[in-house]
């Protein structure tokens, strides 16, 4: 069995052999087969490459049409049809107005709903930087980052900044600090852009807050020089004072800086005192608003507005043209003369010169007690003042200091204040607006009693106290002579009623100081019947030829009335508006008006149905010594200048004829009595 066959070994060596030999061949042929599978894995992936890019442009290709159909659908919303011009500037005008705070949110949230409202929408927000010009916090938790966000998409706009926390309660001295970290913080990142700064609001409760925006305005003024609007104001009824400088501090006794540029126009102050401004801000302001309410608190140290810093602050704003008093009554203490011999000197009064304001057009007082508006007029000059709007509020019962009150001191004998001499008559020489609210009667009339009015054009007078929707009797009226020094009004053309009775009798004895008159509004009145029996009055009767008797004709008041307004007025009759415009509809015959002309006295004889004897006429001694001749004719006036309120003859027999009637809210006038009015010739409003 040891003994091995050589043909056997020789077999199994060659068929080794030829096996390694297939193996190869075979291995071969399957590196072939692997590199034409390869070759078609290949061709695979470029063809699903190819599917792939197929896939995804058919991809794109669909968004595109989804997207044109969606511009499409979009076309439909009429909005869409304007240009992103005008989008532009609606978008703006919304950031502007809108004043929403209801979202609880720190920011102003309109920027942010409309580049969140579509594509479009959001592409145009974000390339309108103005859009995002209005920076406000509205939080006493400090945010950094909607502010950042704001500052950063404004670019290169002006800013509108707005720093307005919640109201809290004073003592609370956490949300006190809060509010301070927050105003803080919000001016360290305004810092870096006050060159852009177009206007700032900032309300604050707590004095700390408003000492930080205070130093801020004193330390940087010179690079404030896009600031056109500022409004400082205490949010708090009682501010205190206490810990900050801002009672101590007097920026007016410094220089006015002639290099530094000031834009400023628009200026609003409320509990803050006035002092605290710089004059280099002061020198361009035309617009001035002052809110100090009254106290309702003792709490110590408050500010007490005093007329000396009224009139001191008021001499440094030389182009003041608007200026707004919200129950704003300075105490006073300042006197015009020094006190002769005989009287004592009381160091708590000023002795001042009544301040020019030269440029001033408008003034608007809300909540004026009566006995102050002679006293703090007495202290200006106002040449140049055309529209005055009155709040007149009532008289106070009770106030905080006694020494300080306005007008006479009656109960001190050797007083300084009662010597002087307070029965003077201001007249409002350019003033054409005139625009009074009262609360009660008696403060109409004591507040004007010692101001003249000889050319104002509109008269408004209106009751602004408290009064049930469904109450029928409203406020008298008081006789016009009662609340004007001198009621004639001879250049008035508009005249409003709001709110008030007019007694019977009132109404055409007030209208006879008014022959000028264009357009008369009557609102949510009584006594109207009155006021149109005294349109509607002829100024007597004449012999009408073809009918063979007399009639009415002329007007005794108003004949240049061309305009009747009547709002919510429920208590006159229908028959009385027609016979207003029935009596301005009829015209004298010309013969009649050309005899007028001619033989004044022989026409109104005829008219009154009495003998009118002419006046003798007056004859005057001529410088010479000589014979007396007639006087020659002339315009009659007071001592003020006022034209008389005598009506010509010429124009009380030929009225003008009404235009327009306007009736809106009068249930007791139907619309097809409305209409019978249009017969006439005039336009009828009816609502």
């Not at 007690?369 to 019962?397: C, H, K, Q």
């Amino acid at each position: 069995m040891n003994d091995s066959n050589p043909l056997s070994s020789s077999f199994c060596f060659r068929h080794a052999e030829k096996s390694s030999v297939t193996i190869d061949h075979e291995i071969e042929v399957l590196q072939a087969q692997i590199a034409i599978l390869q070759r078609r894995e290949d061709d695979f992936v470029r063809i699903l490459e190819d599917m792939a890019r197929l896939r995804d442009s058919v991809k794109a290709e669909q968004v595109s049409l989804a997207s044109q159909i969606t511009e499409l659908e979009s076309q439909k919303n009429p909005i869409n049809w304007l240009p992103s011009e005008l989008l532009i500037q609606i978008f703006v005008s919304v950031t502007e107005d809108d004043l929403d705070t209801s979202a609880g949110l720190a920011y102003n949230p309109s920027p942010v709903i409309i580049s969140h409202t579509c594509r479009k929408w959001r592409k145009l927000a974000f390339a309108t930087s103005m859009l995002w010009s209005h920076v406000s916090f509205r939080s006493r938790k400090w945010s950094a980052s909607p502010v950042c966000a704001f500052i950063n998409r404004s670019g290169s706009s002006l800013i509108d900044l707005t720093f307005s926390p919640p109201l809290y309660d004073v003592d609370d001295h956490d949300a006190a600090e809060d509010e301070r970290l927050a105003s803080e913080c919000l001016l360290h990142m305004l810092s870096f852009h006050l060159s852009r700064v177009r206007s700032i609001t900032f309300e604050c409760t707590s004095s700390a807050s408003m000492g930080l925006i205070v130093e801020l305005l004193i330390d940087s003024l010179h690079k404030l020089e896009s600031l056109c609007s500022l409004d400082l104001s205490f949010t708090s009824l009682a501010p205190c004072f206490a810990g900050t400088p801002l009672l101590v501090l007097d920026e007016l006794d410094k220089q006015s800086l002639a290099d530094t540029p000031s834009v400023l126009t628009y200026l609003r102050l409320q509990q803050l005192p006035p002092r605290v401004i710089s004059p280099s801000l002061l020198r361009s302001v035309q617009t001035l608003e002052l809110s100090f309410p009254q106290r309702r608190s003792q709490r110590a140290p408050q500010y007490i507005l005093r007329m000396s810093h009224v009139h001191r602050f008021l001499s440094f704003i030389p182009e003041l043209q608007d200026l707004v008093l919200m129950e704003t009554t300075p105490l006073r203490d300042v006197v015009f003369e020094e006190p002769s011999e005989g009287q004592t000197t009381d160091n708590r009064f000023v002795v001042v010169d009544p301040l020019k304001l030269h440029k001033l057009k408008s003034l608007t007082w809300k909540f004026a007690n009566p006995r102050d508006v002679y006293t703090f007029m007495s202290f200006f000059g106002m040449p140049a003042l055309e529209r005055w709007e009155i709040l007149i509020a009532n008289s106070l019962t009770k106030r905080n200091d006694v020494s300080m009150l306005r007008g006479n001191h009656g109960h001190e004998s050797d007083s300084f204040i009662q010597a002087e001499r307070l029965g003077g008559v201001l007249s409002m020489t350019a003033l054409k607006e005139l625009c009074v609210s009262c609360q009660d009667g008696d403060s109409l009339i004591s507040s004007l009693r010692q101001f003249f009015f000889p050319v104002l054009e509109q008269l408004e007078l209106a009751y602004a106290g408290k009064c049930p929707s469904n109450c029928d009797h409203k406020h008298p009226l008081p006789r016009l002579d009662y609340v004007f020094r001198d009621p004639r009004l001879p250049h008035l053309t508009h005249f409003t009623l709001s709110h008030l009775d007019v007694f019977a009798g009132h109404g055409k004895l007030m209208l006879g100081y008014m022959p000028g008159l264009v357009s008369l509004t009557l609102i949510s009145c009584t006594g109207v019947d009155g006021v149109l029996d005294a349109l509607a009055e002829a100024y007597g009767r004449t012999m009408d030829v073809e009918r063979k008797e007399t009639r009415g004709c002329g007007v005794r008041v108003c004949p240049k009335l061309e305009r009747i307004a009547l709002w919510s007025c429920s208590d006159f009759k229908f028959q009385s508006l027609f016979a207003v415009v029935f009596a301005r509809a009829q015209s004298v015959s010309t013969s009649v008006l050309m005899k007028a002309q001619k033989d004044v006295p022989s026409v109104v004889s005829a008219v009154m149905g009495r003998k009118i004897l002419p006046l003798k006429k007056s004859r005057v001694v001529s410088p010479q010594g000589g014979p007396s001749s007639p006087a020659k004719p002339h315009t009659m006036q007071n001592s003020h200048g006022v034209s008389s309120t005598l009506i010509p003859i010429e124009e009380a027999l030929r009225p003008v004829q009404i235009a327009c009637v306007h009736v809106n809210d009068c249930p007791q006038i139907a619309k097809v009595d409305a209409s019978l009015l249009e017969e006439f010739g005039i336009v009828v409003v009816y609502r």
